[in-house]
């Protein structure tokens, strides 16, 4: 992925790369297009290689997301005629590994939704349904964030609004590909199925879809985290369960944390706010940021979400009073719609009252900031002082055996050395007599 990102660059270089122009497409004109037999050419000449060659790979930085189509979205191939493409921007390319959400996707097909008034393709249709009916219990939300990128997207420019609806649904179509177009994602390019292909419809190919995209993160999920696992890597100084060695335990209560636990927290802001450790680090930097009463709030919904229910009612107005009342000592920035419905659940107060106001809240500290603490001081700092242990080498030393098998060891040791031992006939004599005596004597029957 990394050399393909450097062709990439060099073919935005704006003297030596690919020829961009602006471009007429229906009635708007669309900045820095270029067309598919450039983009070939370029290719052949840069690499020295055949044009079918150079076809093949202009097709897989398309299959892969760094180039889009602009006119036939669901065909992830470059044709070699006048058919135009866009550089995806960065922030949309897979090596980014931003996590691929269903409540993201949720927003974006109600989006979809509210511009085409209803009329989405059929697997679009279908997966909005799915969705609604899977995230029933936060669908205000979701569509309330629709309408709010909605609005927003109207105040741009026709062609800065026609160029992000673009990149949007080319990552949407790379990572959620509809039926007859298996983004290379999910299984490489030797597998790729033909986009081209003539579109499979029933219930048997959805499945099919759906069994891909699992399989694609299952990949990209044991991808991430083979490092991390004990029983498929190494640990650091040594496994615990192996070797009867207990640094590893003892390394993760103290203060400081080890570099693999902080690493963890880069893969995503769930795995950071599911460590206390991280947690602890995330709000240090958000008060330095002075927007530390987001995660405050955020873990007063989840103690009032696992916690008694003889203390729901008092929490949610603890909570409402501290964050979100007129005038509260730690007030939070949530959008209108997003109080009302929340407003209007307090009420009655249950458990998830505060989900739509929590997401919110979620979502704004991840897209917001999650990424500048991953860039901040706080974090380079925690990253610098983190424990790196070496490894622990034990020459032919195994694993102690279990207690349950040492007492099962010990008790055969003892009924062997019995078996074996001399018999002391004297002291048999003596233990029999005195049982004697202790027995009571029988009652003579008249």
């Not at 393709?121 to 964030?145: A, C, G, P, S, T």
């Not at 490092?227 to 369960?241: E, K, R, V």
């Not at 964050?323 to 997003?338: H, V």
């Not at 974090?379 to 099962?408: G, M």
Request: proline fraction near 6%; aromatic fraction near 10%; include cysteine.
């Amino acid at each position: 992925s990394n050399n393909a990102e450097m062709i990439l660059l060099e073919m935005q270089d704006p003297n030596t790369g690919v020829r961009s122009q602006p471009q007429r497409l229906v009635i708007t004109t669309i900045p820095h297009a270029i067309t598919g037999e450039d983009i070939v050419t370029w290719l052949a000449d840069r690499l020295q290689i055949d044009v079918q060659e150079a076809r093949s790979f202009g097709s897989m930085l398309v299959a892969l997301g760094y180039i889009y189509p602009l006119q036939d979205h669901k065909r992830l191939v470059i044709k070699p005629d006048t058919s135009l493409y866009r550089f995806q921007t960065p922030y949309f390319w897979p090596t980014q590994q931003w996590p691929v959400e269903d409540t993201d996707y949720a927003i974006y097909l109600a989006k979809r939704n509210i511009r085409k008034k209803g009329l989405l393709e059929l697997y679009e249709q279908e997966q909005y349904n799915r969705l609604h009916k899977w995230m029933n219990h936060k669908w205000d939300f979701i569509v309330m964030q629709a309408k709010e990128q909605y609005r927003a997207a109207k105040e741009r420019k026709k062609p800065d609004r026609v160029v992000f609806d673009c990149q949007e649904r080319a990552y949407w179509v790379v990572h959620r590909p509809p039926p007859g177009t298996v983004s290379a994602m999910d299984y490489g390019l030797d597998r790729r199925t033909d986009p081209n292909a003539d579109e499979v419809t029933g219930d048997i190919h959805m499945l099919t879809i759906n069994n891909m995209f699992l399989s694609r993160r299952l990949v990209k999920h044991c991808a991430t985290y083979i490092g991390h696992d004990p029983f498929l890597s190494a640990c650091l100084p040594s496994n615990p369960w192996l070797t009867d060695d207990t640094t590893y335990w003892n390394l993760n209560i103290v203060e400081t944390p080890t570099k693999m636990r902080v690493e963890r927290w880069t893969f995503s802001f769930k795995e950071l706010l599911s460590d206390p450790r991280g947690r602890d680090d995330f709000r240090l930097f958000l008060k330095k940021e002075f927007s530390g009463e987001n995660l405050a709030f955020w873990e007063g919904c989840e103690d009032l979400k696992w916690g008694t229910a003889a203390t729901m009612k008092e929490k949610a107005e603890q909570i409402y009073k501290t964050f979100l009342a007129r005038g509260a000592p730690r007030w939070i920035n949530i959008d209108g719609k997003t109080m009302e419905v929340t407003m209007k659940g307090l009420k009655h107060p249950h458990r998830y009252v505060l989900d739509a106001a929590q997401t919110h809240i979620y979502m704004l500290m991840k897209k917001d900031s999650y990424g500048r603490y991953l860039k901040s001081p706080v974090f380079k700092d925690t990253v610098k002082k983190a424990i790196r242990p070496e490894e622990h080498k034990f020459k032919n030393r195994r694993p102690s055996l279990s207690p349950i098998i040492l007492r099962q060891q010990e008790q055969e040791l003892r009924a062997k050395m019995a078996a074996n031992a001399p018999v002391d006939i004297t002291q048999v004599m003596s233990k029999l007599s005195k049982q004697g005596k202790d027995v009571p004597p029988r009652p003579v029957n008249k």
